[in-house]
Each structure stands twice: as structure tokens, then as C-alpha cells.
């Protein structure tokens, strides 16, 4: 089994397709519905190595999850990419700003996704 990815998105649609893709690829997936659940699951699991964000859910979005596992100071490794329908460049310039190392924009191609994953994860083990 891969590194283990925590998919956080609150459409069900969404976290099924990133789940297949990656798990396609042996990554191992668990997901949340909102940031809120998102914070559980990622202070809950030590050995998360990514995690993947959509920005617009209720009750803690996208990026104020990314703020918040930033200014946590216990992820300060954790590579995070966001996955959504928003473009704005002041959204990705906040996410990246938050500590975001990607962003990808739906609907999304799952053989990119996967390479993106790979990408990320390759260069946070050389870092």
C-alpha cells in the first residue's frame, strides 16, 4: 500500500473519483466531508503524506483548513493541494500564500491528478 492521502471535499461524487483514481495508483485514501472533519482525521492519523482540498464547503472551507494546519505548526512538511472549481488568482495566491503546494481545478483529469500526487510527494521525501 502507498502513502496515504486524506481527500477532503464535500461533494461524495468528488471524493469517490479522487479515491479511484488514487487508489489506481496504490495510494491509500480516507476522506472527510468539510474542513472541520478534514482537522479530525489529519490530527487523528500521524502518517497522512498529502492531503487534497476542495475550497468551497461548509462549516470550514478549504482554505481556512489550510491556514489552519499551517499555523498548527505540526505540518510544516505536509504537502497540500487544492481541488476545485474556483480560478481566482487572489484565491491561489491565499492558498498558496497558507502554504497550498498546488492547485488543481475541476473537473479534473485523474491521470493528472495522479501524476501531481506523485510529483509532490517526490519532492517533499528530497526536501
Known sequence: MGQKIL???DSETVRQQVEYALTQAEFEVIHAE???VGWEKLTGNDDIG???CD???PRMNG???VEKIKESG???NLPIVMLTTEGSPQLIQRAKKAGAKGWVVKPFKAD???KATVKILAKT???
Open 7 to 9: 481527500v477532503v471535499d
Open 34 to 36: 468539510d474542513g472541520v
Open 50 to 52: 498529502l492531503v487534497i
Open 55 to 57: 475550497v468551497n464547503m
Open 63 to 65: 482554505l481556512e483548513l
Open 74 to 76: 505540526q505540518y510544516d
Open 112 to 114: 493528472l491528478l495522479v
Open 125 to 127: 521525501k528530497a526536501a
